[in-house]
């Protein structure tokens, strides 16, 4: 399962509060990506990281906030949460030379009310 | 990346090989067919992936055909666990890049005992 843990796994908040969630990977791997999943819209990328500090947008960035200070970590940050947030948030790692092949963690459930 | 066409769904009988096609017709020479799975509340799972070759692992077959425009990813002896959605993604390995992975409709497989 490549090692990868996320954080919590399913979290309840309210509109306008901030969450972050966490993914953590045990095995070095320089790639960390974040991806949301939603009825009709597939996986979507929101962030993803190639090294430590070093994070770009994916296609659906608006609102989400990243940072990885340690290479085991990735961070995803909603500053002030919306319903549209409502989602199944998924972590990835790359392995080896390709950042093809992907391996995904549990995902994490939020929900905002 | 070209474009894939999956059936939306197909049953097996477990114990069955479990035979999903894939239509790349505009595939390019240097892209690759990934094949992911994503069983009901899991993140995705890598499965295989392959250039012009046929490929075998652990979980599965890929055939590709000659001229590279469908390809099949066989389940040998299929179980009930193998019940989920599947992703044929076709896509160039990015190596040093890191887009993000793009997940069509899939194949609903279901294992029927």
């Known amino acids: 399962d490549a090692g990868i843990t996320q954080s919590p796994r399913h979290k309840v908040t309210e509109t306008g509060t901030p969450v972050t969630l966490r993914c953590h990977q045990t095995?070095?791997?320089?790639?960390m990506y974040w991806y949301r999943q939603d009825p009709g819209h597939g996986l979507r990328l929101i962030h993803y990281?190639?090294?430590?500090?070093?994070?770009d947008k994916g296609e659906v960035s608006d609102g989400y906030s990243v940072s990885r200070s340690k290479t085991e970590d990735f961070l995803l940050t909603l500053e002030s949460a919306t319903s549209s947030q409502t989602s199944v948030y998924f972590c990835?790692?790359?392995?080896?030379?390709?950042?093809?092949?992907?391996?995904f963690g549990p995902g994490t459930r939020l929900t905002v009310l | 990346d070209a474009k894939t066409t999956q059936p939306p769904s197909m049953d097996c009988a477990e114990g069955r090989a479990a035979n999903l096609p894939c239509n790349h017709s505009?595939?390019?020479?240097?892209?690759?067919v990934y094949w992911y799975r994503q069983i009901h509340s899991q993140g995705p799972q890598y499965i295989i992936h392959?250039?012009?070759n046929n490929e075998t692992n652990e979980m599965a077959s890929l055939i590709i055909t000659e001229d590279r425009k469908s390809s099949t990813l066989i389940l040998p002896h299929a179980t009930l666990r193998d019940t989920a959605v599947y992703y044929c993604?076709?896509?160039?390995?990015?190596?040093?890049?890191?887009?993000?992975?793009?997940f069509g409709k899939g194949t609903h497989l279901i294992i029927q005992p």
């Open positions: 990835a790692i790359a392995t080896g030379p390709s950042t093809d092949t992907q391996y």
């Open positions: 095995e070095n791997h320089r790639y």
């Open positions: 993604i076709v896509r160039e390995n990015s190596g040093g890049g890191a887009d993000g992975l793009t």
């Open positions: 392959g250039l012009k």
């Open positions: 505009t595939i390019s020479g240097n892209e690759y």
């Open positions: 990281s190639y090294g430590v500090k070093d994070t």
